[in-house]
């Protein structure tokens, strides 16, 4: 009897599995990527920093406050500034918040289970009684509806939950530019392992959230609940924001009999690393507010590379865009990386197949992504 082996299911995307398991990434390395990649990273990190820390001060100081005015202030409010809000020569804390809505609409890790626990209701209830504790007219609005306060603080929860997250990548993509400026980084794939060693070493970083109302703190999510930074903020705002996101109003029929939007939330793809960079700087797309962010902190010499291109600065939020998309398949490679089930370099035939499998996995969520056309 004669055997033949099977042969391997072909996979348009193998190519990128054999460069992630050689120590590459999925963008291919070259002197201009890198260039790219760090410069758009330093100015994302200025305006993370800016959103993390806006996030967070909302969480803590604007909490149960129904017309929140002046959210975006950080409790810094002058006639000046509120005319620079006014006339939009600011932060537009807008894009923060949707992405904040996206992760929460997605759901999933232990932020998400959390919030639907008892504890949490529990714990919820103590701060809405000490909060309304002389407001008859709350109270009775709570009466009739016992759920709206509560849904409110996780509302609440999850614009910490980002917000804290944000803070560690702010940090991690502001670093990456000295090693950089100094010429220690000079290839993708070490721009992939900065980001991947710092992904690592805040992975068990704890994630918690305190009010403080009159004297007393109240803990709405303590450090004894065990939230950490990778597997309940990091991967659900990767799987919320780069791979499903949100179909951006205008650009596809949300008639359901078109069939345009799918019925199911897993099969979205329309997240960072799918979108089309040729709508931003329209109306109504979300990420052109952080493209327009982003274009105030630009490093000169990427801006100079964008001032020679074609257009010059006239479609400036697309090539930003663009950069934009190629750092966030870096950052995704990193993820990739740091999840692995086994060493890369393992030896063990079992190890390397889980390896194998666990790799082409992920590509197949990458195929309808924009990677190919990134490494062109």
């Known amino acids: 009897m004669i055997t033949t082996e099977k042969n391997p299911p072909y996979n348009p995307l193998a190519e990128y ?5 050689t120590g590459g990434a999925l963008l291919k390395d070259s002197p201009e990527n890198v260039l790219e990649v760090v410069g758009i990273l330093k100015s994302y990190g200025v305006v993370l920093d800016a959103y993390s820390k806006n996030l967070i001060y909302i969480a803590e100081h604007q909490f149960l406050v129904f017309f929140p005015f002046f959210k975006y202030f950080d409790g810094d409010i002058s006639v000046a500034k509120l005319f620079r809000h006014l006339w939009h020569d600011r932060i537009n804390f807008e894009y923060a918040e949707y992405c904040m809505k996206t992760m929460m609409w997605h759901g999933g890790g232990g932020l998400d289970a959390y919030l639907d626990t008892p504890e949490f209701h529990d714990r919820a209830k103590a701060v809405i009684a ?19 306060l509560i849904e409110q603080l996780r509302v609440s929860a999850y614009y910490t939950g980002l917000g804290q997250f944000w803070r560690v990548m702010a940090d991690m993509f502001l670093n ?9 980084i000079k290839s993708i794939p070490q721009v992939v392992e900065h980001i991947k060693l710092a992904l690592v070493a805040d992975a068990m970083k704890p994630i918690t959230y305190s009010v403080k109302i009159g004297d007393k703190v109240y803990d709405l999510i303590p450090k004894s609940v065990g939230l950490t930074f990778l597997v309940d ?3 659900p705002y990767v799987e919320s924001v780069f791979f499903r996101g949100t179909p951006f109003l205008g650009t596809v029929s949300l008639n359901a009999q078109a069939y345009q939007v799918p019925p199911d939330q897993s099969r979205f793809q329309y997240g960072a690393l799918y979108a089309d960079p040729l709508p931003i700087g329209s109306a109504g797309i979300p990420p052109t507010l952080l493209m327009q962010d982003m274009r105030h902190y630009l490093p000169e010499y990427l801006h100079n590379i964008y001032r020679r291109s074609l257009r010059s600065e006239d479609d400036l939020r697309v090539q930003i865009c663009m950069s934009f998309q190629k750092s966030m398949f870096c950052v995704t490679s990193a993820a990739i990386l740091g999840l692995l089930p086994y060493p890369l370099d393992s030896q063990d035939s079992s190890e390397q197949k889980h390896n194998q499998v666990y790799l082409e996995k992920w590509m197949s969520r990458l195929e309808n992504s924009r990677l190919l056309e990134v490494n062109k």
Request: charged share 20%.
């Open 17 to 21: 599995i054999h460069r992630l398991q």
């Open 176 to 184: 990456l530019s000295d090693p950089y400026d100094n010429g220690e």
């Open 233 to 235: 903020t990091a991967i």
């Open 130 to 148: 000490a909060k309304f504790k002389y407001n008859p007219l709350i109270w009775g609005l709570n009466e009739l509806f016992p759920e709206f």
